[in-house]
């Protein structure tokens, strides 16, 4: 039942491939600097940012927002 989505432009992307994009894109500063979140700014990494952005629907939500707006540019 592959059913395609083409409303959605996050379907398919994986959270920890958008969270090395924007990683690339902005560095882990940068990323402090527009998602105002501590995992962005104490010690930060790949590993536990994904483990809090799984479980805090809002911060994943912000990731995402800044995602699609990055990839639009």
């Not at 395609?4 to 940068?30: F, I, S």
């Not at 536990?48 to 799984?54: A, G």
């Not at 629907?57 to 800044?66: G, P, Y």
Request: hydrophobic fraction near 35%.
């Amino acid at each position: 039942m592959n059913e395609t989505q083409p409303n959605n432009p996050l379907h398919g992307v994986k959270l920890a491939d958008m969270l090395n994009y924007l990683e690339d894109e902005y560095g882990w500063e940068g990323l402090a600097e527009r998602i105002n979140i501590n995992c962005f700014k104490s010690n930060p990494s790949v590993k536990s940012s994904l483990k809090f952005l799984r479980r805090t629907d809002w911060a994943r939500t912000k990731v995402e927002e800044l995602y699609l707006k990055t990839i639009q540019r």
